[in-house]
């Protein structure tokens, strides 16, 4: 059997695509493994600078594969919480190229993709509670992330939203046409390639742990990474490449 998740590096942009269109991109043993070895492979090449998670067929993930025995799976098999872990932990931003149909577990992970754009075409839902089970890891990992209208609707009513009221209610950043998907992730990605590699992953970081927090406790937070030798290094070539007018050193060719 192929590879159920293929992975392409150009020009610092690492594609991670989910292609296993027969089970509908579910989360059975082989793709979690696949994947989560891939956004490793990722992270740890200093020359990737933006992940791109994307999908091949209809849909981008149903999420949990039902038909998978997981009794039968032992105590250190891969988990969908372990691929959600290592895109909160990822220094590098992931962008969500949602082309097709997000249920369950699907509709998480593209939730959790630092943006994401979807095709009008495609429905996500949290469907968990019509099939009786209560989503509650998944709100855990979805609750600073969404308003509290948002999590309401999503989680309790189960329902396939269309892209347009999950953009509005912020589950992706924008529902295109089809023939607009392309032109609307390379745009995300070009802005984060442009962006300073560190100071994106220190933003990123501290953005997560803000949320919920009091305006003197964040801060506090911001205060830490004053003094940042990595941004400062960082900072003194983006302000020499602004008025050299050359294009900062980050950038790759």
């Not at 994947?35 to 209809?58: E, W």
């Not at 250190?76 to 969500?96: E, L, M, N, Q, Y």
């Not at 469907?127 to 992330?145: D, F, M, N, Q, S």
């Amino acid at each position: 059997m192929s590879d159920p998740t293929s992975y392409a590096l150009t020009a610092g942009v690492a594609t991670i695509t989910l292609d296993h269109a027969e089970r509908r991109n579910s989360f059975g043993q082989g793709l979690l493994t696949s994947l989560i070895g891939h956004l490793d492979q990722a992270v740890a090449d200093p020359s990737v600078r933006v992940i791109v998670l994307t999908n091949t067929g209809t849909t981008f993930s149903a999420g949990a594969d039902l038909k998978e025995d997981s009794a039968s799976l032992g105590p250190d098999a891969p988990t969908f919480h372990d691929v959600i872990a290592r895109i909160d932990a990822s220094p590098k931003p992931v962008v969500g190229r949602i082309a097709g149909h997000a249920a369950g577990g699907g509709a998480a992970l593209a939730i959790v993709c630092d943006l994401a754009v979807m095709t009008e075409q495609a429905r996500i839902g949290l469907t968990e509670v019509r099939l009786g089970i209560a989503p509650v890891p998944v709100a855990a990992i979805l609750a600073h992330r969404l308003t509290p209208r948002a999590l309401t609707e999503a989680f309790l009513t189960g329902e396939m939203l269309d892209a347009e009221r999950a953009a509005a209610l912020g589950l992706v950043n924008q529902a295109v046409p089809e023939s607009e998907l392309d032109a609307t992730v390379d745009g995300y990605v070009d802005a984060l390639v442009r962006s300073g590699p560190e100071a994106l992953r220190v933003t990123k970081g501290v953005l997560a742990n803000m949320v919920g927090r009091s305006s003197t406790a964040n801060a506090e937070l911001a205060a830490a990474h004053v003094g940042d030798d990595a941004l400062s290094a960082e900072r003194t070539e983006g302000v020499a490449a602004f008025v050299a007018k050359r294009s900062p050193a980050w950038i790759p060719d």
